[in-house]
């Protein structure tokens, strides 16, 4: 039932067509541990710097997010600023300032080692390595990763694959870390990579799954109101592994489900700025959506 | 039980990253035709020129297609040459040659005008309009449209839009005509401006069909090999008319049967060039497609 999560804590500035927003709480982990917290008890690794305003943390503590593993360390958080105009399926960044990221080097608490269920956000494949090599038992582990890390650290990146259960990226990443325009081709040589599941995240396209057995076509969810996308993708991936944490089952029909409840968590996370929609969020609301989806993709074949 | 075509018959020239095909069978209301007569029998209107390959019209003929209401003009036969390259999803046109087609005005033959289905291929929405004057009572009308006449001729189209039961378009003319980068936004103007349902065709990631009532996600079948995505849409809404004609039933459970036999004709005819893959198509081959549509999209909710 409890599981882990590595990944950034930052200060958001982000401008949208809809608003903007200027040091907002972001990052990936942040993102990820709010989304998992309505379905599992959630242990987060990340560091953040001396000025990170203290009641940003207050909504990861009402959520009962466990946050002994988040450092403290010398220097400013992470910032990142990017803007999004009408084509919300692409950020433009405008500065990326790692801050004491840079030094970031993951130390995952004992109490910590044993999770069954570890979440590698978007960082450097060498620390998630490192991640890897600091757990001593799991059941399952999900990893995120970026264009940045594919052109930069692609062999450290291929060992960390060899070592994940399921890798959740984008679309272009997909096609990217494959060299192969086609997705379905491109699946199949990401599984050939290590991974037994691969999900691919479509924007406002929904999301495919595959792994050797069968492919999975969620939807996308069509809102009318989308005012900021800066971390649906984590959103996404915290409501499916929180998902997964709880059934502690692993079936086909589980993981579409926890498909579906990752789509639902980042349909709602883009309604509002940072992680706004989160905080306001019932449980109920999400069993809803989660019907909403239902009824949006569901036929019968005569 | 019967469905009446007015669109185009051309000879295409069409390279792609998997191959290329000088002067093949195509045109809106070929492929329209072809698809749909698996359904029901199919009666078209439409023109060549004096050059049109008489063999060409074989596989129509075969196909039980209805060519009684296709003219022969004096002059050539309308001709486009296109390329995609990686990205499949947008065609790239390096000529087009109305010919016969820039004086073509439909004839709807008597015995057509009163055809319960009727379908609009993309075509100038004047002429749209002169066949809609001609039919005497339908059940059901749907038609195509692009950016160039939403651009060039928007009054007549609008005009159209009035007069239509079901609008099919893509993605990116949704949005183009709505004025709204939104697609659900952009799918409400659009209703309000008179159809009763509107299909957005997403490419590979599939359709969305929108009423006042609901909305409905079909998803795009990740195919490995996609070789010539020409006549995808007017493929998709053959096999979408078909089944509506042979159902003649328009409840929502038949619409989004209809929405999938559609999908799952288009993801046959872009396997090969033109309509090649059409000809060896078989129904028991359409059956298994779709029933691969539904296990891709199944979900069950907890």
Redesign the interface.
């Known amino acids: 039932m409890s599981l882990l999560v590595v990944g950034s804590v930052a200060l958001d500035s982000v401008k949208t067509?809809f608003g903007e927003a200027e040091e907002v709480l972001g990052g990936s982990a942040v993102y990820f541990s709010v989304a998992a917290s309505f379905f599992s008890q959630v242990h987060l690794v990340g560091a953040v710097g001396v000025d990170f305003p203290k009641g940003h943390l207050s909504l990861l503590q009402e959520r009962g997010v466990d946050l002994a593993g988040l450092e403290k360390a010398e220097g400013e958080t992470f910032r990142w600023k990017g803007e999004y105009t009408?084509?919300?399926n692409e950020a433009i960044t405008h500065e990326t300032h790692l801050n004491v990221f840079e030094d970031f080097r993951p130390r995952i608490p004992t109490a910590y080692q044993h999770c069954r269920h570890l979440f590698l956000a978007n960082i450097d494949p060498e620390l998630q390595l490192s991640v890897l090599d600091q757990v001593k038992s799991t059941d399952l582990v999900a990893c995120d990763t970026m264009n940045y890390w594919i052109e930069g650290k692609l062999e450290a990146l291929k060992e960390t694959l060899k070592r994940v259960d399921i890798l959740i990226i984008n679309d272009g990443e997909a096609r990217e870390l494959a060299q192969e325009?086609?997705?379905?081709?491109a699946?199949?040589a990401i599984l050939a990579m290590g991974p037994k599941t691969l999900i691919v995240k479509?924007g406002?396209?929904?999301a495919?799954s595959f792994d050797h057995e069968?492919?999975?076509?969620?939807?996308?969810y069509?809102?009318?109101d989308?005012r900021d996308p800066t971390g649906a993708g984590d959103t996404f991936a915290g409501g499916f592994m929180g998902y997964l944490a709880k059934a502690a089952n692993l079936s086909p029909?589980i993981l579409?489900?926890a498909?579906?409840y990752g789509s639902a968590m980042a349909s709602f996370n883009v309604e509002a700025f940072s992680v706004d929609r989160l905080k306001t969020l019932t449980y109920p609301e999400i069993e809803e959506r989660?019907?909403a989806?239902?009824?949006?993709?569901?036929?019968?074949?005569?």
């Open positions: 067509p009408h084509n919300l325009p086609n997705i379905a081709r699946a199949r479509q406002e396209y929904g495919l069968a492919v999975f076509s969620a939807p996308g069509p809102l009318e989308i029909l579409r489900q498909i579906i989660v019907k989806f239902k009824l949006l993709s569901h036929f019968d074949i005569p």
